[in-house]
């Protein structure tokens, strides 16, 4: 008789058990914190063949620059996969050629030039990204 009465009680502990894991798991899913909506604030300001600066600012959660780019209204950048990574045709429309006048959009992060194409350009809070367009000056 002890023994099913042993029984019985670690079947209970063990029906507590369960429904006290998974009401831990309900109330963490719900209160459990969140990530702010744009974690990250960016500067990417656009530097264009005149010298004329457009800057936007972004609060993203993006990992990489080229998401960042991507979800800033207003901003267009078109190019095409090469060997390293997307290269940068054109930014708002203009193009830049290099078998022209050795023509390329440049990309600097806090005031340096990224070391890496755009898809692996980590994005971090307060980076501030310009987009400049570069050709051989005569």
Do not use: H
């Amino acid at each position: 008789m002890k023994n099913k009465k042993d029984k019985k009680m670690i079947m209970i502990a063990a029906a507590v058990l369960v429904v006290f894991v998974v009401a831990a798991l309900v109330l963490y899913g719900i209160f459990k914190p969140k990530a702010a909506s744009g974690s990250k604030e960016i500067t990417v300001t656009v530097i264009n063949d005149q010298g004329e600066k457009k800057s936007y600012e972004l609060r993203t959660d993006a990992a990489y620059l080229s998401q960042a780019l991507a979800e800033i209204e207003g901003l267009s950048v078109e190019g095409e996969e090469g060997d390293y990574g997307m290269y940068v045709r054109a930014v708002n429309g203009l193009e830049a050629v290099y078998e022209r006048d050795q023509a390329y959009w440049a990309f600097y992060v806090n005031g340096a030039y990224c070391n890496y194409a755009i898809e692996e350009q980590p994005v971090y809070d307060k980076d501030a990204f310009e987009i400049k367009y570069e050709a051989k000056r005569e």
